[in-house]
């Protein structure tokens, strides 16, 4: 292998504080040359050649697969020349280091061993992140896209350009979130921890005053509110089940967002599912003083329980996501 770039420079310097090394990182690995094998292990080069030698001419590491070239220009004379340059891998500077100095050799891979396992670490974390916030970016710019078309033709109902509003509100929140950085943008808001505990007869109370105020306008049928076995009891009880002393969901709006979640998707009642949930929801946030501090109206609400109806199963956690995230950056 030839190339004219060698990636990354790291210092190393033996314990005896003898030798300070340029140590080269590219290809998940790292490179030395001749010289600076010969320096490592206080070996003439001649000797680590001869043993560079006899471990490819044994089999016992594959040429190619440990050495490269690296171009070098230098001036010789008038002339520029360009000179190659062999680089030897981790594999090759072990195999020459239990050879020569063993000590050493072992003092180099543990050294080489953190270093790599560091390198790969923080790269490979950069580049998740990279990834993921060009994807956001992206998604971001097709719902804004989807959202004009749609509005701009008159292809939506006020409904339907609520739900956009959410999903474009929540594709932000989640840019956010991968774009934060202690060093340079303020911190989102925090989840609220609980004041008041919503127990089931609170929650039966509301369900009932819903369906009196929805009947005097001739918009709750008999059916509306009335409970299909313990499914109600069972999702209240179910917002806080802890686990090892710990609460499953310990803020508010973890609360919030499977308790819509639950009556919605479980259907506890035999009419009324999304309408019920929605408004346990905002029960629930006004008890625990959170309702003052967000900007969800009347739209975004039906929006969140048209989008937690139609989603799949297997998209609950999305869902839980969604809300938190919207709930949280706006708290």
């Known amino acids: 292998m030839t190339t004219d770039n060698y990636g990354e420079i790291v210092l190393y310097q033996a314990d005896d504080g003898h030798s300070v090394i340029d140590v080269h990182l590219k290809d998940e690995t790292v490179w030395l040359t001749l010289n600076q094998m010969a320096e490592l292990f206080g070996r003439d080069k001649s000797v680590i050649s001869r043993h560079l030698r006899n471990i490819f001419k044994t089999g016992e590491l594959e040429r190619d697969a440990t050495v490269a070239k690296n171009a070098t220009v230098q001036n010789e004379g008038r002339r520029r020349v360009t000179r190659y340059i062999e680089w030897f891998n981790l594999d090759a500077i072990i195999s020459v280091g239990y050879r020569v100095n063993s000590k050493r050799g072992t003092q180099f891979r543990i050294w080489a061993t953190s270093v790599l396992k560091d390198h790969l670490v923080k790269g490979y974390s950069l580049n998740q992140k990279r990834l993921a916030e060009k994807g956001t970016k992206e998604l971001q710019q097709v719902l804004t896209l989807l959202s004009n078309t749609l509005e701009g033709y008159n292809l939506v109902n006020e409904e339907g350009k609520a739900v956009l509003d959410i999903v474009n509100r929540y594709a932000g929140t989640w840019r956010l979130l991968l774009q934060y950085d202690e060093d340079n943008l303020p911190a989102l808001g925090r989840k609220q921890a609980p004041k008041t505990v919503l127990s089931i007869d609170q929650a039966r109370s509301a369900v009932s005053f819903l369906k009196q105020e ?64 929605s408004f346990l929801f905002i029960l629930f946030l006004r008890l625990n003083g959170l309702l003052d501090r967000i900007s969800l109206d009347n739209k975004a609400l039906v929006a969140l329980a048209l989008l937690t109806a139609a989603s799949d199963p297997a998209q609950k956690d999305v869902l839980i996501r969604l809300v938190v995230n919207l709930l949280a950056c706006e708290g």
Not at 219 to 239: K, M, P, V, W, Y
Not at 255 to 273: E, M, Q, R, T
Request: aromatic share 10%; proline share 3%.
């Open 214 to 277: 929805l009947a005097v306008r001739g918009e709750a049928t008999d059916l509306f509110g009335q409970e299909r076995g313990e499914g109600l009891s069972g999702i209240i009880g179910a917002l806080y089940q802890t686990f090892g002393g710990e609460d499953l969901y310990p803020s508010v709006e973890e609360k919030a967002a499977h308790l819509l979640y639950f009556v919605i998707k479980d259907h506890p009642f035999s009419d009324g599912n999304k309408r019920i949930g």
